[in-house]
């Protein structure tokens, strides 16, 4: 029982280490900025699960505690993952796409991102003239 | 066993970093090196749970937990600021 144990932990030590690594190599390697973003938000997000559940299987089977800390650290980074990757892809569009380079925004006339206060004055008034 | 894949494990979130730190010099844009900075929190959480793992104490979970934090915040924190120049508004 003990060695399929250090067999559990070891392994999903050395696919943690595999998924770090290619994270972060995927981020120099892939030449678009938005491929990019791919590579560590998922590699190194499951990486780093995997080093936590190698913890919480190590402390649980040969040290002398149980904890779930762990877990709520894997629960916090995929929680909190998408909406980096999303900020940072809203910094992206915003430093380096112009209106024309971006894809139809289907019904509005340009993305959220690019709006500026003139357009939301405009908006407004076009909404509900009777207001004002 | 468990030994060698700590070992093998510590060296591959350490190769992580330095890319990291290379993206950081070499990146074209702003949003690249956010991004860079958010990977070497991640890494550094891995790097202190295995820490922790190979010292077998339960300390170092703590200052993962608020490692883990303090990236998110400062992750938002500048990309905020990017795009709207301010962070609370």
Known sequence: MDSLFEFLVSAFLVIAGIFGIVGSFGLLKLDDP?????APTKATTLGVGGVLLA?????????????MHELMITLFLFLTAPI???FIAKVHIHRQETRETMP???????????????????RNAAADPADL | MIGIATYFAFGCF??????NLWKIVTAP???DRILA???????AIALMVLYGLALGSAIFFEAAMIIAMLGFVSTVA??????????IE
Not at chain 2, 14 to 19: I, N, T
Not at chain 2, 37 to 43: H, P, R, S, V
């Open chain 1, 34 to 38: 938005m491929s990019r973003l791919h």
């Open chain 2, 37 to 43: 900075l958010d990977t070497m929190f991640i890494n």
């Open chain 2, 14 to 19: 350490a190769l992580a970093l330095l890319m």
């Open chain 1, 84 to 86: 980096t990757a999303h």
């Open chain 2, 78 to 87: 500048y990309a905020r600021f990017i795009l709207r120049g301010n962070i």
């Open chain 2, 29 to 31: 844009d702003v949003a």
């Open chain 1, 55 to 67: 913890s919480m299987l190590n402390a649980a089977a040969f040290g002398e505690y149980f904890s």
């Open chain 1, 104 to 122: 139809a925004a289907g019904e509005d006339d340009h993305w959220a991102t690019h709006d500026t206060p003139e357009d939301e004055e405009r």
